[in-house]
């Protein structure tokens, strides 16, 4: 993953303390499919290894720190508190913009080759579609259209507006914290009907 350095607990307060810019991501090898990955990362990752202060793992290679439901209420959580904290959002913002500068033409290069190779497997390029169009037939059923008007208006009960960019007809849905700063740059309120969520720019 492209600007990807890892996820681990211990290694992402490291981060907020030291700086992205402190740290360095090493590709040492690429495996075919994940269970190779992982029977690698299982001879890599000991635990003596583990007992070394500078060592970032918390359990051993092919375990992973997290549960399925603690990675799931891990991301609920911080995507909440971005949306919620602008000081937060402005570190995410700038955290962001570090990872995409030291991602270097090579390293982007490396990555679309290997993604290039990857959908010359039939299989593989099957597998992709396959889940693009399950997601995008999901998407559109009575329970998830529901679900995403439900939290729309929820937003606009809590103060969410649509604003409107006439110079460069953009429109966005901003929450009341953002309002000023768009104002300011001269965006402006859409009118809206607040029961039936419709716009008018």
């Known amino acids: 993953m492209i600007g990807y350095i890892g996820s681990g607990i211990h290694l992402q307060r490291s981060i907020e303390k030291y700086g992205y810019e402190n740290f360095k991501r090493e590709v040492l090898e690429y495996s075919e499919d994940r269970s190779t990955l992982i029977d690698r990362e299982i001879s890599l990752i000991t635990k003596e290894m583990l007992s070394d202060e500078l060592c970032m793992n918390i359990k051993s290679g092919g375990i992973g720190g997290f549960t399925d439901e603690m990675r799931h209420n891990s991301h609920i959580s911080r995507v909440e508190k971005t949306k919620n904290d602008p000081v ?19 390293g982007r290069e490396k990555c679309s080759s290997v993604l290039r190779e990857k959908y010359k497997d039939e299989d593989f390029k099957k597998s992709q579609l396959e889940h693009r169009k399950l997601g995008s037939i999901k998407s559109w059923e009575p329970e998830a259209r529901e679900k995403r ?53």
């Open 149 to 201: 008007a439900k939290n729309r208006q929820n937003k606009i009960d809590s103060g969410w507006v649509f604003v409107y960019d006439k110079l460069n007809r953009k429109r966005k849905f901003i929450s009341p914290i953002e309002i000023e700063k768009f104002i300011n740059n001269g965006w402006v309120i859409c009118q809206s009907k607040i029961r039936e969520v419709t716009v008018t720019c």
């Open 88 to 106: 937060y959002r402005e570190f995410v913002s700038k955290l962001a913009k570090q990872r995409a500068l030291s991602v270097t033409p090579q």
